[in-house]
């Protein structure tokens, strides 16, 4: 029970994460698409970044430090790929669609074409495991009582940074005057010009942070889940977050519990091989896998006429238009 | 009012419409490949930086961009596969995304995008490779298995698009987001499918796990007709395929019915007051396009000889469905142009394949990247004909004096004369260095402004 909630914990995080990377991007009136490509690149860069830092003979003993400063890195890296969709859907006023889908396609062929070409592999791991590397709390402690286990046993940093920067950013979003102006230009932004916002500009700052988040979600994800390898694919990781953001109706707090119900049949896919009861159920494991999407799909059928979502998103902002 | 005769009776020029898309078209394939190029260049520069591994030559670089460019020729250059294997295997991989590529454009002209085509193709691949096989096992004759897998196909297809398109009419739900869910769906549904039925599994070639059985094991396989091609996969496919675009194309230009689902795309209102049921065509247009995309998996394993690899299917989705897309924008969604566009795509693939055969760039995925690259400019078709048109604002000194708009013809003109005039500018500014300072600034304003 306790590693199932520990597991459920390490998927939701990039989940949630990247589900407000794209709640940044819809607010402030762009469809990002792109989600799982920026995830990709995220996870890409991040490995090759503590690669490489491992091979210029970084200190083991400093692994947190270096785990934080991928982050960071990551962070960098996605916002710059979410510049090429912001660009070309704010300054080229192209469909946003086709821009995220370029991306999507984009992403992993860098990816694997630079793993094949450079260091003749189809997949990049970096030196060693990353448990080994990176996770906190693997001594034989004692119990720290059921809750205390769950959190601070076998867990890595990220997870907790993850959160930290889901609430800052939620917060930002809805008690700032920043996060009201972003989220005019996704409803109306003829009227957030009027009292004198910068459209371009909001639509821009809500891309790259969409980017950064996405990149950063990446990069936890593959370091937490998937040991810290990267070979051009999220496994539809960032589609699902998207079923996660319109599931949870563009809100932060909703977003946080939708991710982690999705988070826990993205586990149950992962785990119920082990778990008796689960197994004697004789539920594939690609049922689990498909649930939330077609949750998803049930979910839309019902609340579409409430749906909350940006009254602006995908359309180009014209200053002429009216 | 517009005249509608005019546009019929005026001679097709340089500065149609048709052929300002065309050439649209060709800067974003120019600037793709290039990118592709440019990549492979750099990649030879810096990659010994990144890891001990490999250290390619910048040599081998520009043979790459000759591989890239050349493509199915390419063999002329390094030998190995002989061309007319190549063509043959173009015209292959072509097949399936003449159809994933027409369903993309039936959709975008109907006013949907059809993102969902990787999973109605896996619908496709699943239901004509366990038709096909389970008719063949008990005995049908090779050819009627391969008539009812085809049909069951599209059938699968069809049900599996009408999805998206149940929920955009019946819900208002964008059928983006509706087909991606549906295309998780199906890739899980294709893993579990085969990994529950054991009958389909190749159990009997060793060291292969996680492959279906052939369908020409029983007989079932497209007939080649007169395209051998050196014995490449090539078969009667391509030209079913060929014969479908003409069939698209003719449903949309010729028919009633076409016409009503083009009209519920270009405004739902509007044919709806015209007494069309727009929820009715929209769910057909997404039938039809998800039909379409599942033909071309059919064509494509029903060929016989191709083993599907079901193992991973549900972490990936099938490459073909999404590059649907850019054959159809490339196309600028114009059934007959899927066609050329679908080839052009192909002969990139076998470029990648031959980049890897014959450099030591030892992947394939440089052909994606370029498509990828393609696909990203093509949404940019609007701003690249304002270019040409010479409408920009970036290239707004273009313009002719008296204000005629005359397109790119005498751009170059114009630009040599701006450069003239600035020059002419510069060595007045030079002559008037000498002179005191105040006409000094009174020229450097003038210049400025």
Request: charged fraction near 10%.
């Amino acid at each position: 029970m306790v590693n199932l909630l520990q597991q459920t914990i390490l998927f939701t995080v990039p989940l949630i994460l990247v589900a407000l990377a794209g709640v940044f991007a819809e607010r402030s009136g762009i469809i990002n698409l792109a989600l799982e490509g920026i995830m990709i690149i995220g996870a890409f860069g991040g490995v090759l970044f503590i690669r490489g830092m491992q091979n210029a003979g970084f200190p083991r003993e400093l692994g947190q430090l270096l785990l934080i400063l991928g982050l960071i890195v990551t962070a960098i890296v996605g916002a710059l790929f979410s510049l090429l969709l912001s660009f070309s859907a704010i300054k080229m006023k192209a469909d946003q669609t086709i821009g995220g889908t370029a991306l999507n396609l984009l992403a992993p062929a860098i990816a694997l074409f630079i793993i094949n070409v450079v260091f003749l592999d189809s997949r990049l791991t970096i030196n060693g495991d990353a448990p080994s590397w990176f996770m906190l709390g693997r001594g034989d402690l004692e119990s720290l009582g059921f809750i205390g286990d769950i959190l601070f046993r076998k867990f890595y940093i990220t997870t907790y940074i993850g959160i930290a920067i889901y609430v800052i950013l939620s917060v930002i979003l809805y008690k700032t005057k920043f996060g009201l102006r972003l989220r005019a230009c996704g409803e109306h932004p003829q009227a957030a010009d009027s009292v004198g916002i910068n459209v371009y500009k909001m639509r821009y700052i809500g891309t790259t942070i969409s980017g950064a988040l996405a990149g950063m979600g990446g990069y936890i994800y593959s370091v937490t889940t998937a040991n810290a390898v990267a070979d051009g694919s999220v496994a539809g990781f960032g589609f699902l977050a998207l079923a996660v953001m319109i599931f949870g109706n563009w809100k932060p707090l909703n977003i946080a519990i939708a991710g982690t119900v999705f988070g826990l049949f993205k586990c149950l896919s992962a785990v119920s091989a082990q778990i008796p009861f689960l197994n004697n159920l004789g539920i594939s494991t690609y049922f689990y896998n498909m649930l939330p999407y077609i949750i998803t799909l049930v979910i839309l059928a019902f609340t579409s006429k409430k749906s909350m979502a940006p009254k602006a998103e995908g359309i180009p902002y014209d200053k002429g238009q009216r | 009012m517009k005249n509608p005769f005019k546009k019929k009776l005026a001679l097709p020029s340089l500065s149609s419409d048709r052929t300002k898309t065309i050439a649209s078209s060709l800067v974003s394939i120019g600037m793709g490949i290039v990118f592709g190029c440019l990549l492979l260049f750099l990649i030879a520069c810096f990659d010994q930086f990144i890891s001990d591994y490999q250290d390619i030559p910048v040599g081998q670089s520009f043979k790459g961009m000759l591989v890239i460019i050349l493509g199915v020729f390419s063999s002329a250059i390094g030998g190995g596969i002989s061309t007319a294997y190549l063509i043959g295997d173009m015209l292959f991989r072509a097949t399936p995304l003449i159809m994933t590529g027409l369903s993309a454009a039936l959709a975008y002209k109907t006013g949907l995008f059809n993102i969902g085509a990787p999973g109605q193709y896996l619908m496709g691949t699943v239901t004509s490779i366990s038709v096909a096989l389970t008719l063949g096992m008990n005995g049908v004759n090779g050819f009627i298995s391969w008539i009812v897998a085809f049909l069951a196909a599209i059938i699968a297809g069809a049900l599996w698009g009408c999805i998206p398109g149940l929920f955009k009419a019946f819900f208002n739900v964008n059928e983006v987001i509706t087909s991606i869910m549906t295309n998780w769906i199906a890739a899980n549904f294709v893993t579990w499918f085969f990994s529950t039925m054991k009958q389909f599994q190749n159990t009997l070639t060793v060291n292969k796990t996680g492959y279906t059985i052939t369908t020409g094991t029983y007989g079932v396989a497209t007939p080649k007709l007169f395209l051998n091609f050196d014995g490449s996969y090539a078969n009667g496919g391509i030209l079913i395929a060929i014969l479908l675009a003409v069939g698209v194309y003719v449903l949309l230009n010729k028919t009633t019915f076409g016409f009503e689902l083009k009209a519920c795309g270009s405004n739902k209102n509007a044919a709806k007051y015209a007494g069309m049921s727009a929820k009715r065509n929209i769910v057909l247009s997404m039938a039809l396009a998800g039909g379409l995309s599942a033909v071309g998996a059919a064509l494509y394993y029903l060929q016989g000889d191709i083993e599907y690899s079901w193992t991973n299917a549900y972490m990936s989705l099938p490459q073909v469905g999404f590059n649907g897309i850019p054959v159809a924008l490339l196309a600028n969604c114009n059934p007959i142009g899927t066609i050329f566009a679908a080839l052009f795509m192909a002969y990139l693939n076998i470029s990648g394949s031959q980049l890897r055969i014959l450099t030591f760039y030892d992947s394939e995925y440089i052909s994606n990247i370029i498509i990828a690259v393609i696909v990203y400019l093509s949404a940019f078709s609007v701003f690249f004909k304002s270019v040409i048109n010479g409408e920009h604002k970036l290239f707004s000194f273009a313009k002719s004096k008296d204000g005629e708009n005359d397109g790119a013809k005498n751009f170059i003109k114009r630009f040599a004369d701006k450069i003239s005039s600035l020059k002419k500018n510069k060595n007045t500014v030079a002559a008037d260095k000498q002179s005191d300072s105040a006409e000094k600034e009174c020229v450097k304003e003038d210049n400025n402004g």
